[in-house]
């Protein structure tokens, strides 16, 4: 059984900043990706960022505010989010892609999703 656990959303005013983490937790040999998805409401499930062992990858809207990072030895990876706006509200989900003990192939897992609000 493999885990993904998010936390660190929350109400902020436009131009905050919030961290988001996410702690991949349980039969896991090794990760290959992680990254961060947001859902807003009426929208479809869209790319926020990704990293691998060397490479980061951002969506347009989001590069030069966000900052995705990732520690190895605690399974966990963050998304640090500056100057926020209305337009990143959404629920921000945390993907990985990996290994689990046992299994021939690696599988994508989902957290539950955090909610982030940018409001006055």
């Known amino acids: 059984q493999v885990q993904l656990v998010e936390s660190g959303g929350g109400l902020v005013p436009p131009g905050g900043s919030l961290r988001l983490s996410c702690a991949a937790s349980?039969?896991?040999?090794?990760?290959?990706?992680m990254g961060w998805y947001r859902q807003a409401p009426g929208k479809q499930r869209e790319l926020v960022a990704t990293?691998?062992?060397?490479?980061?990858k951002y969506a347009e809207s989001v590069k030069g505010r966000f900052t995705i990072s990732r520690d190895n030895a605690k399974n966990t990876v963050y998304l640090q989010m500056n100057r926020l706006k209305p337009e990143d509200t959404a629920v921000y989900y945390c993907?990985?892609?990996?290994?689990?003990?046992?299994?021939?192939?690696?599988?994508?897992?989902w957290g539950q999703g955090t909610q982030v609000t940018v409001s006055s």
């Open positions: 349980g039969s896991i040999f090794s990760i290959n990706a």
């Open positions: 990293i691998t062992s060397g490479t980061t």
């Open positions: 993907n990985a892609d990996l290994w689990s003990y046992g299994s021939p192939t690696s599988l994508g897992y």
